[in-house]
C-alpha cells in the first residue's frame, strides 16, 4: 500500500498555507494521490468482514496461479453499515468507490432504488454455461431485481437447528423431534427440570420471525414485491412466540455479550440459524463450547412441511463506475464457479457453497470437531431443497424497519397486544410510506 | 457609618463562625468525599478502557466485570501494531488536529477582528446567515460536501481532511466576542504610528485575544481528534486513516477485536490527554476572561 | 460600536496621499480579512446548506432524477408518527440534559470553587475525562454497564433489593438511560464553563453584600446567580443545540429502538436520508428543526437578556 509521501503531507500543508494566504489556490492543490505507481492495474475491494476476505484471498491466489492476470486487488474492510453507506455516496457520487464490493443481503434492496449501480452478471453467466449450475435462490435471487443479476453469493445459507447437545442429554430431551408442537412440549419439561430455556424469543430483530414464516412459505413480500407482513403465516408465527413467554417456557434474548453468556452457560440452549450463525458466530463469540453443539432440521409447522429456511449471506457485485469491468467479473464468476475456491470457504466457515457441481465434492461431508465429529455436510444437503423462495423488494429496509417496531418488539414486550393487529399496523405503515416515497 | 458596619459584620462573624467550626469540617468532608465518588465515576469508564487493552478477549467478555486484568497480556497492542499502520494513523491525526487547529484559529481570528472592529456592507446579514448554518444538522450537508470533495478530487488527501471542517461558524462568532473587549484606543494608536490594518491584527490583536485562541484551539482541536464522520465519507485509504477510523474498522457484527479497539481507543487518548492537562489552565481562564464574561 | 475618525482624535491633518492610502486600506482590509473564511465557507459551507434546502422540495431516490415535489415533503411531517416521536425523545433529552446536566454541573463548579475543596486541579481534569473517552469506547462500556442481566448498574442496585432495570430495552426507560450518559459525559466541561463565570464575578460584589449583612444563600441568590445569567445562556443553548444534535449514541447503543423510544431527531434524519435515501424528505426535516432551534434559541436569548458581552 501507498508508502508514507512526504508529497502528501507537503500539499496538506500547502493547502493550509494557501488558505491563510487568501484561499486564491483552492482548485490548484488539490489532486488524487497517485493509485497506479506499478505496471499492473489495481482493482480495489470492499468487504466489511474479515471472514470474507480470506477465503476471497485465497480464491485470487488461485485465480492467478491459473490464469495470470494483470492486475491486483487492494483489500478493503470498512465497518458493516459505513460500508454499504459510503458505497452508496461514492457510487451516487461516481467516483471514489471500489471496482468490486461485497453487499450484504438485506442492504442490496437500498441499491436498487432507482439507478442500480452494478453491473448485471447473467448474460456473462449464461455464455460461460454456469448458469444452470447455480443453486439460484442462494446465488443469484437475493442479488436480482427485475430479471437482472446484479451480484452472486457464495453462501446457501441453509437454516438449521444447532443445540447443545450436552446440555440436552443431560436434562433428557429428546433429539428426534419433527414438530414445533413436540418442541414445545419438550421446552415446557425442559424448563420445568431446569430452570433454563430450550430456545430465546428474539424480539429486537427480525431473524427468527423470519426463517419460522419463511418455513410455511410467507416472508415480507409476495412475488410481485408487494408487503406481506399481516399474511396468516407471519400472524401464526408472531402468536407462536407471544405463546412461548406468556407460557413461560422461553425467554426474550438477551442483547449483546449476555446473549454469549447465556449460550456458554446454557441458559438458552439452542439457536436457528444458518452457518454464519451455527458456525461462524458461535465459534468466533464461544470458541469454549467448541464440540457441544449439533444440528438438526428445523422442526416443522405440519407434516410435510419445510425443515429449512434461509438467512442473511453476503454477494459480491461489481461497479458500474469501475475502470476495469471485465476484469472484475472475470475474477468474481471465476471464484463462485472454481469447486477448488469455493471448498477454501467451507474449510474456514462451514460454508455451503452455491454451485451444484461442487455439492459432490467429499470435503464437504466429512465430520466436523466442532460439532461433536456430526457430518454437517450430509444434512445441509438433505434440507436444502426444502427452502421456500424468498421475495426482495427496493423496500425491505422500509418494511423490515416497521416490522420490528411496530409488530415484533411492542407485540413481544406487551403479551396483551394481539399479534394481528400489530402486524397489520406494521403493514399499513409500510405502505403509507412507500405510497409517500413513489407518489 | 460604614466603617461601623465592616466592625459589626467581623465581630459577628467571628461569634458565628465559633459554632461553626464542627460543622464546618462535616462540610468539608462531605463535599469532597461526595466529589471523589463523582471522579470514581466519571473516570473508571476510563480506567475501564485502559485496563480493558491488557485484557484478552475472554475476560473481556467475561460475565464478571472487573477492573484489575486477572492476566496482563500485550497481546492486544503487539496484533495492533504489528497488524495495522498504526503509527501512520497516529500522525494522520496528528497533522490533521495541528494544523485543522492552526488554520481554523488563524481564518477565525481575522475574519472576527473585521466583525468585531470594521464596518462594511451586510455584516449584519453575514453573522446572522452563520448563526444559522451553525443548527443546521451536519448530516444533511455531508452529501453535497461529498460532492465537492470530488469536484476537488480531495479524496485521501490531507487538505479534504482538514480544510472543509477548519471553516466553522463558531470560530468566528466567539473570536469576534473576544475582540470586541480589544480597546479601540489601542487600535487607534497603532494606526496613527502607521501601521496597517494587518500589522495591526498580527501585532496587536492576536496576542491580547489569546485567551479566546486558547479556548477555540482547545475545541477545535478536541472536535478534529475524535471526529469520525468526515474522516470516514472521505478517506478510503488504509494509510491515509485517522485513529478513530482505524479503531473504529476493527470491531464489526461479524469481527469483535474489542481487545485492540479498547488498546488503540487507549492509545489515541493520550495525547489529548497531554494536551488538556498543559493547557487546562489557559483553558480556563480563557473562558473566564472572553465572551462569557 | 465605535467608530470614532482618527481625525477627530488626533486633531492634524495627515499628508493627502498617505491619509488616501491608509483610508483606503482601511475600508478595504475587513473585506480581505474576511475573505479567506468566506471562500471557504461558501464553498464548504452556505452551498451544500442551500443544496440541501432546494432538495427538499424535492422527490425520487438518491441524487440524481429528482422531480420537484412542492411543500409535499413538509406537509408529510405532520401525519408522520416516527418525526413526532423523534421530537418527543429530543425534545425529552433536551430537558432532561438542561435540568439534570445544568444542574449537576452547576453544583460541582461552585463545590470545586468553594473553599472547602484543595485540589482544584485535580478535580478539574478528572472531570474532563469522559470527553477525552472515545464514544466508541462509552458506547462497548455503556453497553456492559448499562445490561440488564450481568451489568455493573443492575448489579448495585440488585444489592439494595432493586432491580432489574431494562435500561435499555423497556420503552419507557431508554431515554433515561441516555440522559443519564449524557450527564456522564457533559458535566465535566459544563462545570468547567460554570467556574469561568464563578471566576469572572468580581469579589467586591461579596464584600459588599457581606458588609450589607446578606448571609450565603442570599449572597448566591442576589449576585452569583444574576451575574451567572450569560454563562447560563451559554450552556443551555450548548445543551439544547447538543440535543438536537445527539445522534451516534443512541445509533451505536440502541439503533433508536425499542419500537423508536430513543429514535432521535438527527438519527430520523440519518435513516431517512442514508438508510432509505429518502434525501428530500430528510432535508426537509433537517430545515424544520433548524427553525425550530432558531426559535428556541430566540425565545432563550429573550429569557436571559440577551448576549452580554464588553464592548458592545
Known sequence: ?439 | MAVVDKVVGSVRDIRVSLPRRWPGVVALVVVNLVLLVGVFVEVTPYLFMAFGAFKNNEEIFSSNLTLWPHEWTLGNMEALITGFPLARWMFNTAVVAVLGTAVAVLLASLAGFAFAKHDFRFKNVLLVIMLVTLLLPTQVLLVPQFQIMRAFDWFNTYQGLIVPRAVTAFGIILMRQYTLSVPNELLDAARVDGATEFRIWWRIVLPLVRPGVAVLGILTFLGLWNDFFWPLIITTDPDMFVMNLGIASLVGPYDFRYGMLLSGALLASLPVIAVFIFFQRQFVSGLTRGALK | MSTSTLASRIGRPLWPAREWWWRRQRRIAPYIFISPFFILFLIFGLYPVIYSFVLSFTKGFGFEERSFAGLTNYIHMFSDERFGMAMRNTTIYALGSIVLIGGVSLLLALAINSRLVPWKGFFRTAFFFPVLTSEVVVFVIAARILDEQYGLLNFALSKVNLGPVAWLTDPKIVMLSIVLIGLWTWTGINALYWMAGLNAIDNDYYEAAAIDGAGRWQSFRYITLPLLRPIALFVVLQAIIGSYNLFALPLLLTGGGPSDASLTVTLYIYNQGFQFFNVGYASAIAYVMTFFLLAVSAINIKFFGGWASPGE
Open chain 1, 1 to 439: 500500500m501507498a508508502p508514507v509521501s512526504r508529497r502528501t503531507v507537503l500539499k496538506g500543508a500547502a493547502a493550509a498555507g494557501a488558505t491563510v494566504a487568501g484561499g486564491s489556490l483552492l482548485a490548484g492543490c488539490g489532486g488524487a494521490p497517485n493509485f497506479n505507481r506499478g505496471a499492473k492495474k489495481k482493482l480495489s475491494f470492499w468487504a466489511f468482514t474479515d471472514t470474507r476476505i480470506n477465503w476471497q484471498k485465497k480464491a485470487f491466489e488461485l485465480y492467478k496461479k491459473e490464469r495470470n492476470p494483470d492486475f491486483e486487488i487492494e483489500w478493503l474492510i470498512l465497518p458493516y453499515t459505513q460500508m454499504h453507506d459510503q458505497l452508496l455516496i461514492t457510487a451516487q457520487a461516481e467516483s471514489g468507490g471500489p471496482d468490486i464490493a461485497d453487499v450484504e443481503i438485506s442492504q442490496f434492496p437500498r441499491f436498487i432504488k432507482g439507478d442500480v449501480l452494478f453491473v448485471d452478471l447473467r448474460q456473462k453467466l449464461e455464455e460461460m454455461g454456469e448458469w444452470d449450475n447455480l443453486y439460484h435462490p442462494s446465488a443469484t435471487d437475493p442479488w436480482s431485481w427485475q430479471n437482472k443479476v446484479y451480484g452472486i453469493g457464495n453462501e446457501l445459507n441453509a437454516c438449521l437447528l444447532s443445540y447443545r447437545w450436552d446440555i440436552w442429554e443431560k436434562a433428557g430431551v429428546s433429539t428426534e423431534i419433527e414438530s414445533w408442537d413436540h418442541f414445545v412440549e419438550e421446552a415446557k419439561r425442559f424448563h420445568r427440570d431446569t430452570g433454563n430455556y430450550l430456545i430465546d424469543q428474539q424480539y429486537l430483530d427480525w431473524g427468527q420471525w423470519w426463517i419460522m414464516t419463511l418455513q410455511q412459505g410467507g416472508g415480507f413480500f409476495d412475488a410481485k414485491g408487494q408487503p406481506t407482513l399481516d399474511s396468516p403465516e407471519g400472524v401464526r408465527t408472531l402468536s407462536w412466540m407471544q405463546d412461548a413467554i406468556r407460557d413461560g417456557w422461553s425467554t426474550l434474548r438477551p442483547t449483546g455479550v449476555p446473549y454469549n453468556i447465556s449460550l456458554e452457560q446454557g441458559k438458552v440452549a439452542s439457536l436457528l440459524g444458518p452457518s454464519w450463525q451455527f458456525s461462524g458466530f458461535v465459534q468466533q463469540n464461544i470458541p469454549g463450547t467448541a464440540g457441544k453443539w449439533h444440528l438438526m432440521p428445523i422442526p416443522r409447522w405440519e407434516p410435510g412441511g419445510s425443515r429449512t429456511g434461509t438467512q442473511g449471506g453476503t454477494g459480491v457485485a461489481v461497479l458500474k463506475t469501475s475502470e476495469f469491468i471485465e476484469e472484475a467479473m472475470d475474477f468474481v464468476l471465476f471464484e463462485h464457479t472454481t469447486t477448488e475456491a469455493l471448498l477454501y470457504d467451507y474449510e474456514l466457515r462451514q460454508v455451503w457453497p452455491t454451485y451444484r457441481p461442487a455439492f459432490s465434492d467429499p470435503k464437504l461431508t466429512e465430520p466436523l470437531d466442532f460439532f461433536d465429529g456430526q457430518r454437517v455436510g450430509d444434512l445441509i444437503r438433505e434440507v436444502s431443497p426444502e427452502i421456500n423462495t424468498a421475495y426482495m423488494s427496493p423496500f425491505w429496509g422500509e418494511t423490515t424497519s416497521a416490522f420490528v417496531r411496530l409488530a415484533l418488539t411492542p407485540a413481544m414486550q406487551n403479551l396483551r397486544m394481539s399479534p394481528r393487529e400489530a402486524l397489520r399496523r406494521a403493514q399499513q405503515e409500510t405502505l403509507d410510506t412507500i405510497e409517500f416515497m413513489t407518489a
